[in-house]
């Protein structure tokens, strides 16, 4: 289902040239949680697809003569996975942090 709705995306928008699906736990507007998806969820054998020869944006440098291609990545948990996302307390993001800051990083 992602793959379809990631090729409905492209087909939708020219400008579009990358994109990633993720499930509904997966807060968008937190890189972290999208790069924690890809990073957990996503094997480039079998969940990555290119479209190649496609339509894009002809202001593009990298395109040649308005074509380009496009990349999806599906990165949505299988029907089959039972796995709980971990989460750190508080306090310990809190003790990570304050240990970063007296360090100076």
Not at 17 to 27: L, N, P, Q, S, Y
Not at 51 to 64: E, Q
Not at 91 to 99: D, F, L, N, T, Y
């Amino acid at each position: 289902m992602a793959r379809q709705a990631l090729m409905m995306l492209f087909g939708l928008d020219p400008y579009v040239k990358f994109a990633v699906a993720v499930d509904d736990d997966i807060e968008l507007a937190r890189e972290e949680e999208v790069l924690w998806a890809m990073a957990t969820r996503f094997q480039a054998d079998t969940d990555m697809f290119v479209v190649p020869n496609v339509l894009c944006n002809r202001l593009d440098p990298s395109s040649r003569e308005g074509m380009s291609a496009k990349l999806g990545l599906d990165a949505k948990a299988p029907l089959e996975w039972d796995v709980e996302r971990n989460e750190l307390p508080d306090a310990a993001i809190a003790w990570a942090r304050e240990q970063s800051r007296r360090s100076g990083r």
